[in-house]
């Protein structure tokens, strides 16, 4: 059976770093994401890593705050996130897909994790 749990997810302070964690089971995936959605907005596009991790592709948004990681031998994948923002405050979900790649389009995506809140204070 295939599981992605995310797990880290918390109420911080703007300013503040938190590491939002993904652990894969019943297979290893190619190319694991990160997307967000907060309350009456679309899924939105967080970063994308590829197998071996040496690619990676983030929104300008999140750009340079954000940075997505993965240990393939843990079959875990990574969201650290700085200097966060009210505006980043949402559910934040991990996908993964079995192409290996670095895709933007949540459609695209064939597994999904059931989420973690990200509450960003002011």
């Known amino acids: 059976q295939v599981q992605l749990v995310e797990s880290g ?17 019943g297979r290893t995936f190619a190319t ?3 997307f967000r959605q907060a309350p009456g907005k ?4 967080v970063g994308t890593i590829n197998r071996s991790g ?6 300008n948004s999140v ?5 997505i990681s993965r240990d393939n031998a ?7 996130m700085n200097r966060l ?5 949402a559910v934040y979900y991990c996908a993964a897909k079995d192409a290996d790649g670095l895709y ?3 459609s695209l995506y064939d597994y999904w994790g059931q989420g973690t809140q990200v509450t960003v204070s002011s």
Do not use: H, M, N
């Not at 703007?14 to 652990?23: Q, V």
């Not at 679309?42 to 596009?45: H, M, W």
């Not at 923002?85 to 405050?89: C, G, H, S, V």
């Open 32 to 34: 694991l994401a990160w």
């Open 85 to 89: 923002k009210p505006e980043d405050t």
């Open 74 to 80: 843990k079959g875990t994948v990574y969201l650290q």
């Open 54 to 59: 040496g690619g990676t592709y983030y929104p």
């Open 104 to 106: 933007i389009t949540s």
């Open 42 to 45: 679309e899924r939105e596009f």
């Open 9 to 25: 997810g918390g109420l911080v302070q703007a300013g503040d770093s938190l590491t939002l964690s993904c652990a894969a089971s």
């Open 63 to 67: 750009k340079g705050r954000f940075t």
